[in-house]
């Protein structure tokens, strides 16, 4: 927390506005709104998770549809798919951008367009903290008539090549505010889109789908998915040291490199002009080269009491989606099977960040 919370959350007191609706969740979405320049629309959800379920829905998507998405995630931005008794479709990443390999999901899509099987909706993830190429994807949805929903969830305060903010792209984004993303509510997220009625239905579909009348009167099934008034006055804390948090994780981040890229380790690359939220640090280890594998360095630091995690299994790879189609080479199972995630907290003190770059550099 910066302070600053605890201030906006008392005000939500002095309110009395606790939940579910209020002044502090309006003004968080258009404060989030305003950063994103005015022309999306903002849905304060419960968690991103909500607001990918969400997003999928108003796509359209429905039982037996396919969705094609990143493999390289985590499970909470794919189970929605789930939830909508469709199928997901996997890609493999670009090795020079670790996010979904553009010309790969070009094909496809060609290929099922010429056999009249298309997706309903492309979900790319940015991968921890990395925009996809919103440009390229935005103009391969038009082109075949999908809908595209990109998972900024670990993203925000990252800008793409083209300098468009994460969170604005498609026919919209998902945010996170859980505990461990960029800023936090506690547990939030939101929807962000181009569409006003898309934010409408999200908003209808949020709040357990009620139609006008004085009762209780429903045509269709909804959730109760909003973010809370008291959660909201967190986030409007949180926002005001977004740009601050996104610095910070971007000179953790420079700071591994700088140490560490010379002795065999290779990060996460980062396109020219880009600018990665750095939400978390990823390397990849040669083990033919260093003799020493991502397991031995993990093990080496969670002895030391340092958690650092493996990046995300791939999902063609879960036994839940052993039968689902991936489309690649397994640039991605090799991430998963070289890579690690450092400690990458933006309340890490240079100290301890010192203390992880001596214990590794020991072993290469
Ligand atoms: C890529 C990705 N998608 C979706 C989610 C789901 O967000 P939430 O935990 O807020 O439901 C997360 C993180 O938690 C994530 O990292």
Redesign the pocket.
Known sequence: MSGNEQIRVSEAFASNFIAPLGPQLDEFEERVSAYFGGDRYCVGLS????A?HLALRISGVTHGDEVWASSM??A??IFPVNYLGAKPRFFDLDPETWTIHVQLLAEELEKAARKGRLPRAILP???YGQSVDLEALEGLAAKYGVRLIV?S??SLGAIGKEGRKAGTGGDAA?L???G??IITTS???MLVTKHKAWADEARFLATQARDVAPHYEHSTFGYNYRLSNVCAAIGLGQLEVLEKRVARRREIFRRYVVALSGMGLTFMPQPPGARSSCWLTAFTINPAKTGVSREDIRLMLLKNGIEARPLWKPMHTQPLYREAQYHGVGFDEHLFRDGLCLPSGSDMTEAEQDEIIDRISVML
């Open positions: 968690s991103g998770s909500a990918l995630t985590f909470g931005g993830t940015d991968l998972d969830a670990e998902i996170s505010f859980n461990n993303k547990g939030g997220g």
